[in-house]
């Protein structure tokens, strides 16, 4: 079942597992109810490659006094083309994990180009002038021509005509003539013979996220490549991966019930900000993108001011800073990426949807809430450990245990990412014999009870507890320590607010949650979908 859920996962959230990548039992079913996520965002549970693991704390000890020691090993530096970089001692293993994080996602995509970012995260493992190609002087004028057929392919495709066969049996004569010169996999092969794990990324609606680990004797390896790959990108294979691209679109979303359960839910619940928009892209947007519009996405955000890179392992800050401005120092300094500025208006009535597909029924219910990096946040965090986290919980234990009216009853806060004002979502396998309609009562009462019984003491400790644990475990790794530091780095304004959360966590009181609950959980803030079966 494990792997039936890897795969899954592989499908719907866009990205590609490795061995070693492990998922926790105990989120298990919410992994599996994300078929609603396409995209890997810090409000989401994350699978992260570990090449070595740290002491964790045990529950009996201080957890401050851990993290004050994690925070004096954390240096930090800017090059002066604006790119940053932070940097963690971690001297237990002699490992080094590297995370490169580009500050854009499905909510920069202009109009019409929806995709243009995960389309670009395929194609950065394509290679540069120097890597993954025999030849590049043969290689480019190829890759031009390919570009000048698809478009007089797509001219006559636009006009409702057929293309004609002739033209179509040159774009694959050119195709197949430049796909000769193709190293398949050369920067994967490098990496891998150099004794590196885990090359990988992910595209979701805020962030683009590069990441692979090697032995730390590899530093000097990492730079050139890392540098390589941004500096100088060939966009190669286009073609070719946009059927691929097409097709991971059919197997998450056209041929899947819950699929487009999601894209029509979230389409409902966000009226103005891009976050309605999914991560993979529209059909039509996907099938329109050229080469040229990648190239004009990456030279607009890709921009050095818009990289943060994360070093986390065995090596020397001093090493890991002359490197930096000797290979990440060639970029040129560009202007700042455009900034998302549209705004959600607050809704002001109940929204709802009903699809009819092949499928079991599932009932979701969201409610909009503040971004990341507001002071409530850790307080939506707690009510979504109350209500769903794990066989203790409100819902698990109401729902799936007591009354039987669902197979799982989960949710979580963040959808579809938290940079931006978002959504706690709810979701329900309804179990058979019974509807979504029982199965909404029955949330509502859960919900409702936040409102007006002040959580116990008791419980409230249990959740915190958790919280600081489930903290602790996503520090344990130097993967799960580089994403931490940069999602909150880039989303909050540094990475320091990471270490506050112990805080933030313990600060919360009952009458927090009541508050919040009595602002949030209200009719007009409520958008429901319901996914029921044909007959």
Known sequence: MLQFCRSLLSLLAGIRFQPGMGLSWNNLFKLVALLLVFFLSWGAPTAWARTETTPVVKPSQSI????????????????????KFIVLERHQAPVVSFLTYADV?????????????????????????????????????????????????????????????????EFAQVEAAAAKLVKQNEMGRIVEQAGGVGLNANT?????????????????????????????????????????????????????????????????????HPYHRPVIGYNKDIQGLTRKDVQTFYETHYAPNNLTIAVVGDVNPTEVKRLAQLYFGRFKAKPAPPEVVAAEPAQTEPRELTLRLETQPWYLEGYHRPALKHPDDAIYDMIASILSNGRTSRLYKSLVEKQQLALNAAGFSGFPGNKFPNLM???????????????ADALRVEIDRLKTEPVSTQELDRVKTQARAGLLRSLDSNMGMAQALLEYDVKTGTWRNLFKQIDDITAVTAQDLQRVAKATFVPQNRTIGKLLPKA
């Open 204 to 272: 979701s609606t805020d962030a683009t996220r590069y990441f692979y680990s090697f032995p730390s004797n590899k530093l000097e390896l990492w730079m050139s490549l890392e540098s390589e790959r941004f500096l100088e990108p060939v966009f190669r294979e286009f073609y070719k991966e946009k059927d691929v691209i097409l097709e991971e679109r059919r197997l998450r979303t056209d041929n899947s019930s819950i699929g487009q359960m999601i894209e029509a839910f979230s389409d409902v619940a966000f009226k103005v």
């Open 64 to 83: 401050q006094p851990y993290l004050d020691r994690v925070i004096q090993q954390i240096t930090e530096f800017q090059l002066d083309n604006g790119m």
């Open 105 to 169: 996602g499905g909510a920069d995509e202009p109009e019409g180009k929806t995709g243009v970012a995960h389309f670009l995260e395929h194609l950065a493992f394509k290679g540069t002038t120097r890597i993954g190609t025999t030849d590049y002087k043969a290689e480019a004028p190829l890759l031009d021509k390919l570009d000048r057929l698809s478009e007089q392919m797509q001219a006559v495709k636009a006009q409702g005509q057929k293309v004609d066969a002739k033209l179509q049996a």
């Open 425 to 439: 979502l709810f979701y329900a396998l309804t179990a058979p014999g019974h509807t979504v309609d029982e199965v």
